[in-house]
C-alpha cells in the first residue's frame, strides 16, 4: 500500500481523520486523491511518497522541478514506461518550491522524496538528472552504481550568453556518464574530451482514453464558469482521464473563481485570442455552459467542425443540439448527466451549416 507524507502549511482538519493539522504538522495518507486535494487546497506540500516494490532500486536525483520542461517530461515517460520497477526520484529544492502537482502524478506509481540536505540514500543504481546536481546529495548517497545523465548540447550552448564562460566535469563517483541522443554526445567530446554512452529518453504513447474539451468563453457570470469547474469535479470523481483547455478571459473574473479554477490540476489556462477556435481541431467536446445566450458562435463553429458539444439546458442550444446525437444537454442540476456516456460516445453526425441571411444585402445596400 502507498504512503504519502505531507507537510501542512496552514491549520486545518483532516478530512480522513477529523484531527485537528497545525502547521507544519506531518500528514500521512494512503489515498493518492486524498493528498492531491491537499496539494490543490493549498493546505500542505509533499514531504515524500513510498511503494512497497521489488528489484533494483533506482533514484533519480534532479535538482529543479519546473511546470515544464524536457526533463520533467523525460521523469514522466520513464516512471510511465517502466511502473513495475523500482524507480524513485528525489528532488532538490535550490530553486524555489518544485511542482507539486507533476510531483504527485509521479507519485502515484514511484517514490518521491524532497531532500533536506540532511537525508541519507541507499540504492543499486544512482542517476543524476542535471549535470549539476551530483555534488548535491553525493557524499550523503550509497549506491552500486553511480551515473551522469547530459541532456544539454554544450558545444552549442555555451556560444551564447552567460554560457561562454561555463566548464564542467564530471564528479570522480560517476561510473558513466548517459547522453540522451548522438547529438549530445558528439557536443560533450567535443566540448571538454568526455566519452559517453547514448541512452535515449523515452516517450510513452498518451492514453487513448484521455479526452480534451475545450472551454471558449469570456469568465462572465452569464457564462457558467463555475459549472464548468462543478462538470470537471463530477468526471475527476468518476475516475476519468480528461483534461480542461480553457480559453478566457479569466484575469478579469472573480478572485474566488480564478482561485477554484487554479486549484484544479486538470484545468489549463490558454491565452484567448481571435485564433482560439483552432483549438477546435484538438478537441473531444467544446463546453459550453452558459446561463443565457442569444446566438453562440462557438457551438456553432464546434458543430461546423463536427466536434461534439456539451451545452446547458437554455432555448438557443435546444434548437442547435439534438441531445446523444451531436452533443449533450446539461440540465441545471446536473440530473442527466451521465459520465460514461459522454466518456464512451463517438458522436458522427454531419457539419452544421448556416446560409448567408439574404436580410443582411439589404441591410448593406441601405435598403432596409
Known sequence: MPKYRLKALTRFTDAETGAQIERHDIVETASADRAVKIINLGLGELVEA????????????????YKIGGIETANRHLARAFADYNIGFIFGDTCGKPDMRQMMELAKTCDVYIDDGKRRYETDILIFANYDSAPKIIDRAKAGKV???????????????????FKWAPHPRIDRILTVSERAQIALKNKWG???????NVLTPTPDERLVFLVLSRATAEKGMERVIELCDRFNAAGKDFVFFVASTIDNADSSLRQEIEKRDRIVLIEPSVYSQEMLRAADYLVQLSHSESYCYSVREALQRQVPVIVSDIPIFNELVQDGKNGFIIADDYSNLDVDKIFSSKLKFKPYTEQIPAVWYKVLQGEL
Open 50 to 65: 513510498c511503494h512497497e516494490k521489488q528489484g533494483k532500486r533506482v533514484l533519480i536525483h534532479q535538482t529543479f522541478l
Open 147 to 165: 551515473y551522469q545523465q547530459i541532456h544539454a548540447d554544450f558545444e552549442n550552448l555555451t556560444k551564447r550568453g552567460g554560457w561562454q564562460y
Open 194 to 200: 568526455y566519452e559517453s554512452t547514448v541512452v535515449p
